[in-house]
């Protein structure tokens, strides 16, 4: 089992505090995840955050990854505003300028590989394989099968796929999770954290058998869910009240590094990841 980085936690309080401020939710068991994601790789290759906003997880991802060797997150979001009624004046653009000042202030700016553009864009010329596949981009159900199905190729065996708003009232991330990676063969370990969800893609359908009740007990929990959060936000008092029910029977409680990284790196690992005993 690789060892959790010695300066884990001071970077997990210090993100916390740097992160505080800055547009777009991530809850305190999130950012300590997604740190844990980034510091400890269980496969090759790049870090991949489709959906970056105003920066505050993209921070996250490359002060993580700045525990390990490689360092860069690679970085997609076209950085639209969703809102056209009142538009920006000519020439100003505050998504990109917060984005940008965000990752200045916190010291990442030159680890970010950023890409001002959709992910079907950036898929067109992408050619790396990833070892962390972060999904927090477009929340419709096409979208976000769409970018899990065009990097997909791409993840070396052991890479983590993780997808944001897996419990909030949208669609396409807990769609794609339950549908696309909980019923697949070649995902294994699988859980929640928050509201992320996540699993380890193995490239050889064998080695996630032993996975797979527990796979399909927490597919039939996030099966109840989703025809409310297909309804969406608008959906009424009733509905807002079952999904909170039911979403309070998922297991989505915060996640203990050690025991998370002896369930993600098996006997073969140090061969994943090129490493020598």
């Not at 959906?51 to 002060?63: C, E, N, Q, R």
């Not at 070649?186 to 058998?209: H, M, R, V």
Request: aromatic share 8%; net charge negative.
């Amino acid at each position: 089992m690789m060892p959790l980085p010695e300066d884990f936690e001071n970077c997990v309080a210090g993100l916390l505090e740097i992160t505080e401020d800055i547009e777009g939710y991530l809850a305190e068991r999130e950012v300590r995840f997604m740190t844990l994601l980034a510091a400890c790789p269980t496969g090759r290759g790049e870090i991949l955050e489709i959906g970056s906003f105003k920066g505050k997880s993209t921070i996250v991802l490359a002060k993580g990854a700045s525990l390990t060797k490689e360092a860069t997150v690679v970085a997609v979001d076209p950085l639209i505003p969703k809102s056209t009624i009142d538009p920006s004046p000519e020439g100003d653009d505050p998504w990109f300028r917060d984005f940008q000042s965000n990752l200045r202030n916190a010291g990442v700016e030159k680890q970010v590989e950023f890409h001002r553009m959709s992910s079907a864009e950036l898929a067109e010329t992408w050619n790396r394989d990833i070892k962390l596949l972060w999904i927090d981009g477009d929340h419709t159900y096409a979208a976000v099968k769409s970018d899990l199905e065009m990097f997909r190729p791409f993840l070396s065996d052991g890479a983590i796929v993780a997808m944001h708003d897996v419990l909030n009232v949208f669609e396409g991330p807990i769609r794609v999770f339950t549908e696309d990676v909980l019923l697949s063969s070649n995902f294994g370990p699988a859980g929640l954290c928050g509201s992320i969800g996540w699993s380890q893609y193995l490239k050889d359908p064998e080695s996630t058998s032993k996975f797979r009740r527990q796979k399909a007990r927490l597919y039939r929990k996030l099966n109840t869910l989703i025809p409310y959060s297909a309804l969406g936000k608008g959906a009424g008092r009733v509905p807002r009240i079952w999904h909170k029910i039911l979403r309070s029977r998922v297991p989505h409680s915060d996640v203990e590094p050690v025991r998370w990284l002896s369930s993600v790196t098996p006997e073969d690992s140090q061969e994943r990841q090129g490493s020598t005993p």
